[in-house]
């Protein structure tokens, strides 16, 4: 049992159910870098799908980061874009304090 099973629920979701599913399961195997690997992922993928439901125009070969300053630019919901900010600046620090990281 997933705790991200909701996102089953939609057709659009589903590669992000996978993604969650995955670092569930790095998570409970210990497997901590791959866990902050596919949260990354999770939020990159959520902030873009995001942009396609508000029918936002993304220059092409938009990173997370180009994608997270058109969202701030629109009227979305504030708490949605910090959850992404957050987590792009949890990979950051982790890459801080782990060098070896990727």
Do not use: W
Not at 45 to 56: G, L, P, Q, S, Y
Not at 66 to 82: A, G, P, W, Y
């Amino acid at each position: 049992m997933s705790n991200f099973e909701f996102l089953t629920l939609e057709l659009e979701t589903t590669e992000l159910f996978q993604t969650a599913n995955f670092a569930e399961k790095n998570y409970t195997e210990k497997d901590y870098e791959g866990t902050l690997t596919k949260v990354r992922k999770l939020a990159e993928n959520t902030a873009n799908e995001i942009a396609i439901k508000e029918h936002i125009v993304l220059p092409e070969r938009s990173n997370f980061n180009d994608v997270l300053r058109e969202l701030k630019n629109h009227s979305i919901d504030q708490f949605i874009i910090e959850s992404l900010v957050l987590l792009q600046s949890l990979k950051i620090k982790y890459k801080v304090y782990n060098p070896s990281c990727s």
